[in-house]
């Protein structure tokens, strides 16, 4: 079957895996191929019609354009790996000519090094304490009693406790609303320093990390690549409506009306998409909650031809703006494609090239907006929030349950990584961890494998 043809409905009937996989996003894939690589029957069930999950690199605006999750850099190590596996290269974005920025109520332009320069101080103090609070950052509550005693606060919070005056304050404010795209109301203290932690200390190699490097081919090539790499099944359109799990099997029920069973299930959901699941018996209650309150990277990306300036370019408005970060990726003619985002689905309609033409103008004056390409993956019910930032709480009191699982149910994802939450890697990351995890169990139970005897 091809990976990107969704099946066909079929009548109700009972199969059975050794693994069920849910979700062909990164986490699942890498899940997959592992467990298929050393013997194990794996199906994935997947609802969309492709793999890649929360990345998407398709068509729009006359090229390929990545509408999900873009960008890897080499001190992300799982999916670096990844890459040199597949013999895969990167492509940078291009570096900015110009910056734009608004300052005391008025746009500001000069040269990308002033905007940084504005930025690191306030960086280096707000991030100042990433090291001591995550010394490992791959093993994130090993200073469990320090994480704790900081895991409460927003990003909000603590940049209120820095003396910083208004300008500095507003743009560092902006900043962190673009990393969490959502509010720093909302988000965890904890996520920013486990971040710039995972770059030793350094928010301006952090930023490089988020921004810079691209996937040669985009991300669906590396994707495809590990699908390739597995004799696993795939059954695209299989929507999960229900598990079932005891000591013994999972049963999960798709809308289709089938029943797949198995030794075993990895869940790679978003936890906004998990939520509605029914699950029998219930998770743990700090699974419940998190699932619940969701992450707080609940706002948008758009695409969009900029007409009449060609230059690359990189653009900061302020936090509360429904775009608040422009990004000139590729010139095109006498005009550039730019990327911009925004803490809030709800603020903007992402294909009204007027209305982002109305925001981009508050910087650039006269900007003339004439084509427009986004997917709305708040509004996604496979998705619900763009990329994962953690709400207060979270990472002491419910990822460490998402890490031990429940029952026969394992956790995948970049909601659930160890290290690069909210990443490619962290996808990868954990969809390694969860599949030895399971090899190990199989080994030590002496369980004939199904793909083994069949």
Request: with cysteine; aromatic share 10%; net charge negative.
């Amino acid at each position: 079957m091809s990976l990107h043809t969704p099946n066909r409905v079929s009548p109700p009937r009972r199969t059975d895996a050794d693994v069920l996989v849910l979700g062909a996003g990164f986490a699942g894939l890498t899940a997959a191929r592992e467990l298929a690589q050393r013997g194990l029957s794996v199906r994935v069930l997947e609802a969309r019609d492709r793999i890649g999950g929360r990345t998407w690199y398709a068509d729009g605006l006359g090229r390929g354009l990545e509408f999900g999750g873009t960008w890897v850099h080499w001190t992300q190590p799982y999916v670096w790996a990844e890459l040199a596996r597949y013999g895969i290269g990167t492509v940078p974005s291009p570096a900015p000519a110009v910056a734009h920025w608004w300052e005391a109520g008025a746009p500001r332009s000069g040269d990308p090094d002033e905007l940084l320069g504005l930025l690191d101080e306030p960086n280096r103090r707000l991030t100042a304490d990433a090291r001591r609070v995550f010394p490992t950052p791959f093993q994130p509550l090993e200073q469990r009693e320090l994480v704790e005693s900081t895991d409460q606060e927003t990003i909000a919070d603590r940049i209120a406790t820095l003396d910083l005056p208004a300008a500095e304050r507003a743009l560092l404010e902006t900043f962190w609303t673009l990393n969490v795209n959502g509010s720093i109301n909302e988000a965890a203290y904890t996520q920013a320093l486990r971040w710039v932690a995972l770059t030793n200390g350094d928010w301006a190699v952090n930023f490089e990390a988020c921004a810079s490097y691209k996937v040669d081919g985009g991300t669906g090539r590396l994707a495809q690549a590990i699908a390739e790499d597995s004799d696993a099944e795939f059954r695209f359109g299989a929507v999960v409506e229900g598990i079932e799990h005891d000591e013994g099997s999972v049963s999960v029920y798709t809308d289709d009306g089938d029943v797949h069973t198995a030794r075993t299930a990895i869940v790679t959901f978003p936890l906004a998409a998990l939520s509605p699941i029914r699950v029998t018996p219930e998770l743990p209650r700090a699974m419940r909650q998190a699932a619940t309150e969701g992450q707080a990277g609940l706002g948008t990306k758009v695409w969009f031809r900029l007409e009449g300036v060609s230059e690359p370019f990189v653009a900061f408005g302020e936090k509360h703006w429904p775009l608040n970060f422009f990004q000139g990726e590729y010139p095109d003619g006498d005009g550039i494609i730019v990327i911009g985002f925004g803490p809030d689905a709800g603020a903007i309609d992402p294909t009204d090239a007027r209305a982002i033409e109305a925001v981009i103008g508050r910087l650039i004056p006269g900007a003339r907006v004439s084509a427009v390409a986004a997917h709305d993956w708040v509004a996604d019910p496979f998705a619900g929030e763009t990329w994962p930032m953690h709400r207060p709480g979270y990472l002491t009191r419910a990822l460490p349950e998402f890490h031990a699982g429940a029952g026969r149910l394992r956790f995948a994802g970049a909601d659930y990584a160890h290290g690069w939450g909210g990443f490619i890697d962290g996808a990868i990351e954990s969809g390694l961890i969860e599949a030895r995890r399971i090899l190990a169990e199989h080994a030590r139970s002496g369980i004939r494998l199904l793909a083994a005897s069949a």
